[in-house]
């Protein structure tokens, strides 16, 4: 039996390049594509998702358009132009979802190498707790520090490195969005935002491959992750 496709996908694209040498991380090649590109592939392979709606700077819309078609993206509804802030871009996105999508699902789409399998379990998860988030623990010892003095070593198996998709209920979100408008809070995560009127959120565990495109290495790095995985599928 096929899985319902209850999900809208909001892609931010929308940052700066300050940390890539003024190149657009999400238009950079990698393996048959692009950063953009395997990111919406993953979303397209995921049943759960019905619909995709990348939010860019406007002088990056027809190339994203270009990437989806050449990719064999069907699930694109629109790419819109995002705001100042994270926040606000993700606002920006709200406004293209259609009516009839109940689950919502945030990504980053500077992270390429998300799995379609990953995507649909924070999906189901968020179904049964309002909202869930991917995100792998912390390997290293932790230390927090004040005028470079450690005032505390947080316990480690309690630490985890939160990624994305982060996934709600729509009716949840909207909930936190309207409660953040009321307050003039602005966040930098959507878990936080939820997290701010008292909804806990659910940390599906998902793979160190999943990470963020930042700074010019790490578009060596996710070539090399992707080369192993399919190595891998050939060898499966």
Do not use: W
Not at 1 to 13: G, K, N, R
Request: aromatic share 4%; with cysteine.
């Amino acid at each position: 039996m096929s899985a319902i496709a209850d999900t809208s996908a909001i892609l931010v694209c929308a940052g700066n390049a300050t940390r890539m040498q003024g190149k657009n991380k999400i238009l950079l090649p990698l393996g048959d594509t692009t950063v953009i590109g395997m990111a919406m592939r993953a979303f397209e392979q995921c049943e759960r998702v019905a619909e995709l709606i990348v939010v860019a700077r406007p002088a990056d819309h027809d190339a994203i358009r270009e990437t989806a078609e050449k990719a064999g993206i069907t699930k694109l509804h629109a790419v819109v132009e995002g705001g100042s802030t994270r926040q606000e871009s993700v606002m920006c996105g709200l406004h293209a979802l259609s009516k009839t999508t109940t689950m919502l699902a945030i990504h980053d789409g500077a992270r390429p190498l998300v799995l379609p399998a990953q995507i649909a379990q924070v999906i189901q998860d968020a179904l049964v707790f309002g909202g869930a988030t991917l995100g792998v623990p912390v390997k290293d010892t932790i230390k927090v520090v004040n005028d470079n003095l450690i005032v505390d070593t947080p316990y480690r198996p309690h630490l985890y490195i939160t990624q994305t998709p982060q996934v709600f209920k729509r009716q949840l979100y909207f909930e936190a969005v309207t409660f953040a408008r009321e307050h003039g809070l602005d966040f930098t995560d959507d878990c936080q935002l939820v997290e701010a009127i008292n909804h806990k959120i659910y940390m599906t565990t998902g793979d160190y491959t999943n990470l963020k495109i930042t700074t010019p290495e790490d578009i060596a790095i996710a070539e090399i992750l992707l080369k192993r995985r399919e190595k891998e599928e050939t060898i499966c």
